[in-house]
């Protein structure tokens, strides 16, 4: 099916791996044209390359960007401008997350930090894009932890933060809705990436099967079905849909897979 998004302009943050990465190379099997960033120069030149060779060095940048830093965020909306025309239709807010810490251990230092890096990224990058989505329309998708509906011991950054994110993105929702940009958010649960590798390495007692087990549909999700969701909801013809949260986890956000027989079942 075609989802319309040929010829049409992306930008995705964090696209150097994991889910953004998947994400750009859907974005560009589709036909757009796309702009990948991340704060490792080495890690965005490799992921550009391997896009490039894919798809065409004329469809891929690849940025080096810091998305706490407002002068960043202009640059990679401006780069993008200066290399494949005009308008942004597409932009998808993706950058890891806040650190992982009790609430006892959150000073104000790492509070602020926290809504720098990824609360004030997704303002950042909706202001710098938007002037140039009102011509055509757009869409806008941020990606956020699914924790943010499950909290947990350690998570209230991450909690809180994206808690934020996802307030400013239905209002915004409501504010652009009559120029035909849509704005939603998904909120991504366990999938094969490498932030999972880095969060297995820091708790030796989890394990990737550990974690599926506990998910209903019984395992982690792959990268490539969650970028195939970001195409249909960044597509043109999905632009009815906007303001939604929408989890993407295997059903974790219903339940963790607890079962309770009743005694007939046996």
């Known amino acids: 099916m075609d989802v319309g998004l040929n010829g049409k ?9 994991g889910l953004g990465y998947a994400v750009a190379d859907r974005l560009l099997r589709e036909g757009a044209r796309v702009t990948i960033f991340a704060r490792r120069a080495e890690k965005v030149t490799a992921a550009a390359q391997r896009l490039a060779q894919a798809y065409g060095a004329e469809k891929v940048l690849g940025l080096a960007a810091d998305c706490s830093a407002d002068a ?7 780069s993008t401008l200066d290399r494949f025309g005009p308008a942004v239709h597409v932009l998808v807010t993706n950058d890891g997350g806040p650190p992982i810490r009790r609430i006892a251990e959150l000073t104000d230092e790492v509070w602020l930090k926290a809504f720098e890096r990824h609360f004030f990224y997704v ?5 710098a894009t938007l002037p140039h989505m009102t011509a055509e329309g757009g869409s806008i998708l941020n990606v956020v932890s699914g924790v943010v509906e499950r909290p947990a011991v350690g998570m209230a950054a991450p909690v809180g933060v994206w808690s934020a994110v996802i307030g400013y993105a239905r209002t915004l929702a409501l504010e652009v809705a009559g120029q035909d940009i849509s704005v939603n958010t998904l909120l991504s649960g366990f999938f094969d990436t490498a932030l999972l590798d880095g969060m297995l390495a ?11 087990n506990a998910v209903p ?22 632009r009815f849909v906007t303001g939604a949260v929408i989890p993407v986890d295997g059903g974790a956000g219903i339940g963790m897979g607890a079962r309770f027989d009743s005694p007939t079942s046996k």
């Open 72 to 78: 960043d965020i202009e640059r990679v909306t401006a």
């Open 123 to 127: 303002v950042r990058s909706v202001r």
């Open 202 to 212: 820091r708790q030796p007692e989890l394990s990737r099967a550990g974690l599926g």
């Open 9 to 17: 302009v992306a930008i995705v943050g964090g696209g150097s791996d």
């Open 217 to 238: 549909m019984g395992r982690i999700g792959q990268p490539r079905e969650f970028a195939d969701l970001v195409a249909a909801l960044v597509s043109p013809n999905l």
